[in-house]
Antibody
Framework: EVQLVESGGGLVQPGGSLRLSCAAS????????MSWVRQAPGKGLEWVANIKQDGSEKYYVDSVKGRFTISRDNAKNSLYLQMNSLRAEDTAVYYCARDVRGRRGSYYYYYMDVWGKGTTVTVSS | QSVLTQPPSVSAAPGQKVTISCSGSSSNIGNNYVSWYQQLPGTAPKLLIYDNNKRPSGIPDRFSGSKSGTSATLGITGLQTGDEADYYC???????????FGGGTKLTVL
């Protein structure tokens, strides 16, 4: 069964750090781009970051650039999100997701076909 | 403020049909493929439609997607109470160079 399981969420004070993990199983992890997507309480989905199959390319939403770092360990089938200098507005459920992306002519396709159940991050004093 | 615009809510009776719109621009929907996600209460999002109108294995054909210009539409026929959920559209934005989502639409089956 294809599965993603997040862990590492919790309560942290503003300015603190947290490291999220995502364990993948049931598919060839090293063959896929992977993303983190978050959802603040009562709000919609927001893509946070993604990483190429070999880790050579990483992209972030502007609001987390310089504070969050995405990484992966293909030998351990694991994805990570190191979150530093956390702010109240980072409070959200963080989902790990498998990317399917590419280009047909001038058109891009990009969607997430497998999602984890999420881990909750609360930034509060 | 989301890059893609969806109505906050829609409603219809069981057995009826409903459509959910997703409006964007030439930098996103107009020149890229659209996907749709269903998020049942308290659960993770689930891929419903990809490449504008394709359904992953296991998604019933009651769900359909279409795209015209800079707008996309999700259609659901034969509504069931189990379809009550939040629905999100998503696509690549070639100008922002990020994946963008709509703000989400809450479907109520009366």
């Amino acid at each position: 069964e294809v599965q993603l399981v997040e862990s590492g969420g919790g309560l942290v004070q503003p300015g603190g750090s947290l490291r999220l993990s995502c364990a993948a199983s049931g598919f060839t992890f090293s063959s896929y781009w992977m993303s983190w997507v978050r959802q603040a309480p009562g709000k919609g989905l927001e893509w946070v970051a993604n990483i190429k199959q070999d880790g050579s390319e990483k992209y972030y939403v502007d609001s987390v650039k310089g504070r969050f770092t995405i990484s992966r360990d293909n030998a351990k089938n694991s994805l990570y999100l190191q979150m530093n200098s956390l702010r109240a507005e980072d409070t959200a459920v963080y989902y790990c997701a498998r990317d399917v992306r590419g280009r047909r002519g001038s058109y891009y396709y990009y969607y997430m076909d497998v999602w984890g159940k999420g881990t909750t991050v609360t930034v509060s004093s | 403020q989301s890059v893609l615009t969806q109505p906050p809510s829609v409603s219809a009776a069981p057995g009826q049909k409903v459509t959910i719109s997703c409006s964007g621009s030439s930098s996103n929907i107009g020149n890229n493929y659209v996907s749709w996600y269903q998020q049942l209460p308290g659960t993770a999002p689930k891929l419903l439609i990809y490449d504008n109108n394709k359904r992953p294995s296991g998604i019933p054909d009651r769900f359909s997607g279409s795209k015209s210009g800079t707008s996309a539409t999700l259609g659901i026929t034969g509504l069931q109470t189990g379809d009550e959920a939040d629905y999100y559209c998503g696509t690549w934005d070639s100008s922002l160079r990020v994946l963008v989502f709509g703000g989400g639409t809450k479907l109520t089956v009366l």
